[in-house]
């Protein structure tokens, strides 16, 4: 079965950067495009960008553009997501979310999800 | 930017039907995704392009997708129903979350 593990929980300082790394098993890696979404407390979702696991290629949100960098290994099966400059208000939960894509342009629904990471900012 | 519309809350009885709502400019013209969120767990997909349903997701959860709005309906909801759903679409290559609904089974 598809499964999506990512890294541990984080505090960080206001104006470092964070790295979550997102583990997928279950099928190709490359096959699905990797997204990543940000959930403050108490709040909702926010989509904050894709990477292509097969080229490496990137579509990020307008709202982080500049401050987020996703990579991957694909010899691990492994996506990352890093966000620099944090502040106190990036403290949230970011999830990685497998997209199953549907045609029509860059258009993608989530299947799949990871257990989410929390990443304190403390103000 | 692009906006999708929630209601902040929603209240059923339980065995009747809860019908969530999304709003956005030419929602109709876009494939509509709903996801189910309960407290401390990860969203789960309930619906994908507009009314198409996951294997493991159960009867009782349907979608359309019409004009403005996209609705998710719960038949006979149930207490396990309890949760946060957000509707999702595109914008471009840009994708968008709706406001989030509560919906909560008296």
């Known amino acids: 079965q598809v499964q999506l593990v990512q890294s541990g929980a984080e505090v960080k300082n206001p104006g470092a950067s964070v790295k979550v790394s997102c583990k997928a098993s279950g099928y190709t890696f490359t096959d699905y495009y990797m997204h990543w979404v940000r959930q403050a407390p108490g709040q909702g979702l926010e989509w904050m960008g894709w990477?292509?696991?097969?080229?490496?290629?990137?579509n990020y949100a307008q709202n982080f553009q500049g401050r987020v960098t996703m990579t991957r290994d694909t010899s691990i099966s492994t996506a990352y997501m890093e966000l620099s400059r944090l502040r106190s208000d990036d403290t949230a939960v970011f999830y990685c979310?497998?997209?199953?894509?549907?045609?029509?342009?860059?258009?993608?629904?989530?299947?799949?999800w990871g257990q989410g990471t929390l990443v304190t900012v403390p103000s | 930017s692009y906006e999708l519309t929630q209601p902040p809350s929603v209240s059923v009885s339980p065995g009747q039907t809860a019908s969530i709502t999304c709003s956005g400019d030419k929602l109709g013209d876009s494939y509509v995704s709903w996801y189910q969120q309960k407290p401390g767990q990860s969203p789960v997909l309930v619906i994908f392009?507009?009314?198409r349903r996951p294997s493991r997701i159960p009867e009782r959860f349907s979608g359309s997708n019409s004009g403005r709005t996209a609705t998710l309906t719960i038949s006979g909801t149930q207490a396990m129903d309890e949760a946060d759903y957000y509707c999702q679409a595109w914008d471009s290559s840009t994708a968008v979350f709706g406001t989030g609904t509560k919906v909560t089974v008296l």
């Open positions: 392009q507009d009314d």
């Open positions: 990477i292509s696991p097969n080229s490496g290629g990137t």
């Open positions: 979310a497998r997209g199953y894509y549907y045609g029509s342009g860059s258009k993608y629904y989530f299947d799949n």
